[in-house]
Nanobody, 127 residues
Framework: QVHLVETGGGLVQAGGSLRLSCAAS????????MGWFRQAPGKERDLVAA????????YYADSVKGRFTVSRDNAKNTVYLQMNSLKPEDTAVYYC????????????????????WGQGTQVTVSS
């Protein structure tokens, strides 16, 4: 069983920055990708960013491109999400998730394809 623990959430004013961390209990694995998702009240959980362990390639949702940066530290089994120029609409619970292997093209965009999830961390951006 892999455990993921997110830290770094909090309250910040619009235009500010936060860095989220996701520490994995082990070097996941044949881990294929790590994703950052968010869910605002009354809305669906959406993929914000993803990073692929072997290549370091990244993906970003259009809504966060140019503002968020996902990165990894293999030695620490940790993935980060640097969030800059935060907006009130970024307010949500942010989750990290680990996906063990690739099944088909684009599967990393689907939350139900991920194998492990963290508990989530609240990010609130005030206007």
């Amino acid at each position: 069983q892999v455990h993921l623990v997110e830290t770094g959430g909090g309250l910040v004013q619009a235009g500010g920055s936060l860095r989220l961390s996701c520490a994995a209990s082990e070097r996941t694995f044949s881990s294929y990708a790590m994703g950052w998702f968010r869910q605002a009240p009354g809305k669906e959980r959406d993929l914000v960013a993803a990073i692929f362990w072997s290549t370091g390639n990244t993906y970003y949702a259009d809504s966060v491109k140019g503002r968020f940066t996902v990165s990894r530290d293999n030695a620490k089994n940790t993935v980060y999400l640097q969030m800059n120029s935060l907006k009130p609409e970024d307010t949500a619970v942010y989750y990290c998730a680990a996906k063990g292997s690739r099944k088909y093209y684009g599967d990393f965009m689907r939350g139900y394809e991920y194998d492990y999830w963290g508990q989530g961390t609240q990010v609130t951006v005030s206007s």
